[in-house]
């Protein structure tokens, strides 16, 4: 059994026990979340519509805050010794997914 939640903005396919990370959800290590569930595949039965999927719950455990990778930049414009140099690197929340429960 597996399902496609909601967060952040995307869709990520999802099953019982699989490890992802998710744009930072504000919460603290150890705390449990919900997601909201778009698709639910049980063997053959597929449950899409909102009225199927009333009771549908798929929560997770925060595990730990993560960096993805780092983003380097430059820019500069010529003859005029004018430079930049920016980095960036996203935090993201690392989330365990305990349950997929159909109701």
Do not use: C
Not at 17 to 27: N, R, S
Not at 29 to 40: K, M, R
Not at 66 to 91: C, L
């Amino acid at each position: 059994m597996y399902a496609v939640i909601a967060t952040g903005g995307k869709q990520e396919r999802v099953a019982e026990g699989q490890q992802l990370q998710v744009e930072l959800l504000g919460t603290e290590d150890g705390a449990d979340v919900s997601f909201t569930p778009i698709l639910l595949v049980d063997g053959d039965a597929v449950l899409a519509t909102p009225a199927e999927l009333k009771g549908v719950s798929v929560t997770g455990k925060v595990i730990r805050t993560v960096k993805g990778v780092k983003i380097d930049g430059f820019t500069y414009k010529r003859r005029t010794n004018q430079r930049k140099r920016w980095g960036h690197r996203q935090q993201y929340s690392l989330v365990e997914i305990t349950s997929i429960a159909k109701g």
